[in-house]
């Protein structure tokens, strides 16, 4: 039951403070994820117009790793002749790659600028990794980059120097000149079905940083309890062998479980009986034992110094 990003940053809102600073700033914060996921989902379903008939692979969502290096890119389009970083961002307004500064900045609809950290570059950094990545597994592939802005109400006003980059409507006549750019590579024996293969079995599960340390939340900012699904407030209670709302009266055993990974979403692994009753509200440590003892977490230590972290499996 490990929370999405979507899903933890949405009982950090419900569980601090109404109109609080963080409870503000962490809104925005789920809009921009909610928003970066829709852009994904459009650039996916633009894709289905590539064909390519000399054949080629595409891989979503890749989590790899060099080292201590991790990364995470969109997108990962592998052709006989050139490997393709792909990656979305679903932002809107006047957008504007200064090459002077080599900043990037948005300016919205009401004319206010907001300077951001430039996707190129990030595209650049993903370029590199992916050769390195490459180079590490014995194989001899190019590799190029695509900067996609998936938002309908986005406006390139200049374009970054060494990426190429274009809206979601030009995705895919871009994504052929750039293969085109490429002369066949002569000498390569090893199939991109053996690439995608030996890339997907490298993949790794994505690492979350506790959202307590990415935006300072402090344990006494948030409301305890065990949140309702249906009416989103802190009134599960145990009802004889079940879990209950009694505010609206739905039945949810899995509201404890799901109370818990908040937690771990907040403030990170390991965790220990204590910590989960003061959050969860619960004072009977009985209770909270043979909630984390059967429902996928492993135990270290013994007595008041056990410590609590989810099971390698259910990552």
């Not at 692979?57 to 792909?86: F, K, M, R």
């Not at 206010?112 to 650049?124: C, R």
Request: hydrophobic share 35%; with cysteine.
């Amino acid at each position: 039951m490990k929370l999405s990003r979507v899903e933890a940053l949405q009982g950090a809102i419900r569980r601090l403070k109404d109109g609080t600073t963080e409870q503000l700033f962490l809104e925005k914060e789920l809009f921009n994820t909610e928003a970066g996921i829709r852009g994904e989902r459009r650039l996916r379903k633009k894709f289905v117009e590539f064909y390519f008939p000399q054949g080629y692979e595409i891989i979503w969502n890749n989590c790899l790793s060099l080292n201590d290096w991790p990364v995470q890119i969109d997108g990962l389009l592998l052709t006989d002749d050139v490997a393709i970083v792909i990656e979305s961002k679903n932002i809107s307004g006047e957008l504007h790659f200064d090459h002077v500064t080599g900043e990037f900045y948005r300016i919205d609809s009401s004319g206010l600028k907001t300077v951001m950290d430039s996707p190129a570059i990030q595209v650049e950094k993903h370029i590199r990794f992916m050769k390195a990545w490459f180079a590490a597994h014995s194989i001899r592939m190019r590799v190029d980059g695509l900067l996609v802005f998936t938002a309908k109400q986005s406006e390139l006003k200049t374009l970054p120097l060494n990426i190429h980059t274009c809206r979601l409507h030009h995705m895919i006549e871009l994504l052929f000149k750039i293969i085109n750019n490429y002369k066949p590579q002569t000498n390569s024996q090893i199939s991109l079905r053996y690439i995608k293969n030996l890339i997907e079995s490298n993949q790794q599960a994505f690492l979350q940083k506790p959202l307590s340390l990415h935006y300072s939340i402090k344990p006494e900012q948030l409301k305890p309890g065990i949140y309702c699904k249906q009416c989103e407030t802190p009134t599960i209670v145990k009802h004889t062998r079940s879990w209950r709302c009694t505010e609206c009266g739905i039945v949810d055993n899995d509201s404890p479980i799901r109370a818990i990974h908040e937690y771990i979403s907040l403030f990170g692994e390991p965790v220990s009986n204590h910590e989960i009753r003061k959050f969860i509200g619960i004072n009977d440590r009985h209770t909270v034992k043979r909630m984390l003892t059967l429902d996928g977490f492993e135990k270290t230590g013994q007595k008041r110094h056990s410590k609590y972290f989810i099971k390698e499996k259910e990552r």
